[in-house]
């Protein structure tokens, strides 16, 4: 016989297999108003900022929590390859997303969600670049050790994600939604998007945490005591 769950696991498993029903029906509605809107830049900007950020980026982050449903018994390696690929498509699918509405509009960053936008975006290219240095950042721990890499790569990556889900929900404010949507299922996308930003970042804040005592007691050992 298996190993019998104890109430907070059955209680974070069930939290997580609600976050994949809520990060669906967001996805899914989004992706119906962006094929209702018809082919243009507008469309391309929400249906890839969704699946970006909503699907990919979200669900990338929830493949390394140890409750989540569908990489329970997958290894970490194989759960770190996972988050990576999630995290890259995603990552480059809001950029896209982003060129979209840039370069359909001749005013920007006056609203709430573009400012947001903007800067999720330049966090995004910060995350980027340094998750591709913190791949390689057993070779590099000569100019600065891993876990320093991995602590500012989870801070970032973590601002990022939480900046640009914001983004989304005052999206769901904008006409190009409310079109096509009641305002009680507004509110939905929006408390869906939230609980999804909670539950989402729960494993992050908690390896962000870890990370952060490593850098602490690594920085303990390298002060000397002093001299009697």
Known sequence: MGRQLSAIEV????????THVMVGFVTVYMCYVAYSRGYSNISMHVLLCTL???LLMAEGILALASSNV???????R????????????????AIIGMAYEYSGRKSH????HSK?????FVFLIITMMNGVTNLFSREMRALI?????RFFHNLMALVTFVLGMAALFYGFEKRTVTNYAS???????????????????LAALKSGYQQFKDVIAINDSLVLPEKS
Not at 70 to 76: K, L
Not at 183 to 201: D, N
């Open 11 to 18: 209680t974070l498993n069930a939290a997580n297999t609600l």
């Open 70 to 76: 569908w990489t329970i018994f997958f290894t970490r």
């Open 116 to 120: 947001l936008g903007l800067a999720s």
């Open 52 to 54: 970006g950020y909503q």
């Open 109 to 112: 960053f006056r609203s709430t």
């Open 145 to 149: 050790k891993p876990v320093y890499q």
């Open 183 to 201: 305002e009680e299922i507004c509110w939905i996308l929006k408390i869906f998007l939230c609980i999804t930003i909670v539950t989402s970042s």
């Open 78 to 93: 194989t759960k770190t390859i996972i988050h990576w690929i999630m995290q890259a498509f995603g990552g480059s699918f």
